[in-house]
């Protein structure tokens, strides 16, 4: 099974600053099966990124995807007030399709 | 305008059993793969199981395997889980989610809101 970690647990920042979130994976995983999901309090997750680095329909410019092997990262360009929740990363290339433990993004 | 609506969450004891279902509608439903994500209390999203647009091709997370069962009707647009000898820890908010495309490994780009699972003495 492929283990994702994702760093840092919690980022604190204020609005306007940039976000680098990571996703390290336990071996080399192919680009076209990595994801990045947002997740606000009460609601649902939302797909913001598929391999690797396309943005899901919808998606604002200001969140990017990049990475290759075993490391991957989330940028968000400048932060606005409905960037604050947490993330999570996924490998869905083969079951399990697990997720790794997620970024909070809080306000400072 | 694609909608996911779950079903079949409650209260059960352990070693009982629930089937979830999830009606979908706004797309061709046996044009996409679909999954059943959870998030238990206080804790992260897990991908329980999948499958692609017509049900040939399915996984499971190690946790479930064996006592949980996904399924689909490509006439009525239902997705279902089959969900046996629950355990404590499969305690959580059940999300039912449509792919990007029709296999099963798929990034997870609709979801549901959820139904709510709880195995409890």
């Known amino acids: 099974e492929i283990v994702l970690t994702q760093s840092p647990v919690t980022l604190s920042l204020s609005p306007g600053e940039r976000a680098t979130l990571s996703c390290r994976a336990s071996?080399?995983?192919?680009?076209?099966?990595l994801g990045w999901y947002q997740q606000k309090p009460g609601q649902a997750p939302r797909l913001l990124i598929y391999?690797?680095?396309s943005r899901a329909t919808g998606i604002p410019d200001r969140f990017s995807g990049g990475g290759s092997g075993t490391a991957f990262t989330l940028t968000i360009s400048r932060l606005e007030p409905e960037d604050f929740a947490v993330y999570y990363c996924?490998?869905?290339?083969?079951?399990?399709?697990?997720f790794g433990q997620g970024t909070k993004v809080e306000i400072k | 305008e694609v909608q996911l609506v779950e079903s079949g969450g409650g209260v059960q004891r352990p070693g009982g059993s629930l089937r979830l279902s999830c009606v979908a509608s706004?797309?061709?439903?046996?044009?996409?793969?679909m999954s059943w994500v959870r998030r238990a209390p206080e804790k992260g999203l897990e991908c329980v199981a999948g499958?692609?647009?017509?049900?040939?091709?399915?996984g499971y997370a190690d946790s479930v395997k064996g006592r949980f069962t996904i399924s689909r009707d490509n006439d009525k647009n239902v997705l279902y889980l089959e969900m046996n000898s629950l355990r404590a820890e499969d305690t959580a908010l059940y999300y039912c989610?449509?792919?990007?495309?029709?296999?099963?490994?798929?990034?997870?780009?609709?979801w549901g809101q959820g139904t709510l699972v709880t195995v409890s003495s």
């Open positions: 989610v449509r792919g990007r495309g029709s296999g099963s490994y798929e990034a997870l780009e609709y």
């Open positions: 706004g797309f061709t439903f046996d044009d996409y793969g």
């Open positions: 499958l692609n647009w017509n049900g040939a091709s399915t």
């Open positions: 071996e080399s995983v192919s680009i076209t099966y």
């Open positions: 391999g690797a680095s």
């Open positions: 996924q490998y869905y290339g083969r079951p399990p399709w697990t």
